[in-house]
């Protein structure tokens, strides 16, 4: 590939080199993983419901031989499974993409609210209103209890990589914070191990 300067350009090139999935069309880049770029996806038939993809949803991608990132990202989050505050991983993919490369895919859960970093920016430096603050931190608080509990370490966690998710109920919709990004995690034992440091 031929690295261009303008950035935007870089990541239209990786675009059009990655490709459509087999159930999916690649969209646009939504935002700037600390891995990857983050493209939105979408069902080529969203009204046929013999799939459990959602209609909308985001793909990091990467050519197989550049994917050992990606590909422990989705390790980790297959543990997580279900699990309400960590964002949700659908599956993985291979394909080949253009100029015959086989690319890698991940398929991840879209927040089309966006992430606390997005929520910050928008209230214009008053930032959140207290109430939202506490049900988000608590969100936050029980996913990382969760990714600890199983043994890792979330090593990216900051705004951007918190995303917000609606759930319809009974009484409303609910605004739920999801933690996300797993790309530079680590084993708490790897830390450890680590001149005895643990990160938490």
Request: glycine share 8%; charged share 25%; proline share 4%.
């Amino acid at each position: 590939m031929v690295l261009i300067k303008r950035k935007h350009e870089e990541l239209e090139i990786k675009k059009s080199v990655y490709g459509d999935g087999k159930l999916w069309f690649k969209g646009p880049i939504i935002e700037k993983s600390s891995t990857r770029p983050v493209y939105l996806a979408t069902l080529k038939k969203p009204k046929w419901r013999l799939t459990h993809l959602p209609i909308l949803m985001v793909v990091k991608s990467a050519k197989v031989s550049d994917s050992v990132v990606l590909q422990r990202e989705a390790m980790v989050l297959s543990n997580f499974h279900a699990r309400p505050y960590i964002y949700h991983c659908f599956g993985e993919e291979i394909m080949t993409g253009d100029c015959n490369r086989i690319i890698y895919n991940i398929l991840l859960e879209y927040g089309p609210n966006g992430t606390i970093a997005d929520l910050i920016k928008k209230s214009g430096g008053r930032g959140l209103p207290k109430s939202d603050v506490r049900c988000y931190t608590r969100h936050i608080l029980e996913g990382l209890d969760c990714v600890h509990s199983s043994g890792y370490v979330h090593r990216a966690l900051k705004p951007e990589n918190i995303i917000i998710v609606s759930i319809s109920t009974s009484t409303g919709t609910k605004y739920v914070a999801k933690v996300g990004d797993f790309g530079l995690q680590n084993r708490k034992a790897d830390e450890e191990n680590d001149d005895n440091v643990k990160i938490l």
